[in-house]
């Protein structure tokens, strides 16, 4: 059973910078993403990165902002976030997904397999 650990969160000003990890315990997956999920509020799509190809899509809301790229030794995946924003707070899941699909389609839940435990991202004064 591949596990995903998360890493990384904290709380941080209104512009600053957190960067996120989520290293795979084994490196069999094709597609790696991040979601987030506010108090209240379902689970959103992020950004996912193809393991294969390296091809990557984000969120609307995050595009400019937001980097995710991939660590082939170690099986990690990372989320830089700049320029973050009081609206950025949630805790954040990393995924993952065994199936090769065309990255844009892979924004919903219910198409990655695995979950990491999540961490807190809180952009505050």
């Known amino acids: 059973q591949v596990q995903l650990v998360e890493s990384g969160g904290g709380l941080v000003q209104p512009g600053g910078s957190l960067t996120l990890s989520c290293a795979a315990s084994e490196g069999t997956l094709n597609h790696m993403g991040w979601f987030r999920q506010a108090p209240g509020k379902e689970r959103e799509f992020v950004t996912v990165?193809?393991?294969?190809?390296?091809?990557?899509y984000y969120a609307d809301a995050v595009k400019g902002r937001f980097t995710i790229s991939r660590d082939k030794a170690k099986n990690t995946v990372y989320l830089q976030m700049n320029r973050l924003k009081p609206d950025d707070t949630a805790v954040y899941y990393c995924?993952?997904?065994?199936?090769?699909?065309?990255?844009?389609?892979?924004?919903?839940?219910?198409?990655?397999?695995?979950w990491g435990q999540g961490t807190q991202v809180s952009v505050s004064t």
């Open positions: 990165l193809s393991w294969y190809n390296g091809a990557t």
């Open positions: 995924a993952a997904r065994r199936n090769r699909l065309v990255v844009s389609a892979l924004r919903t839940p219910s198409q990655y397999e695995i």
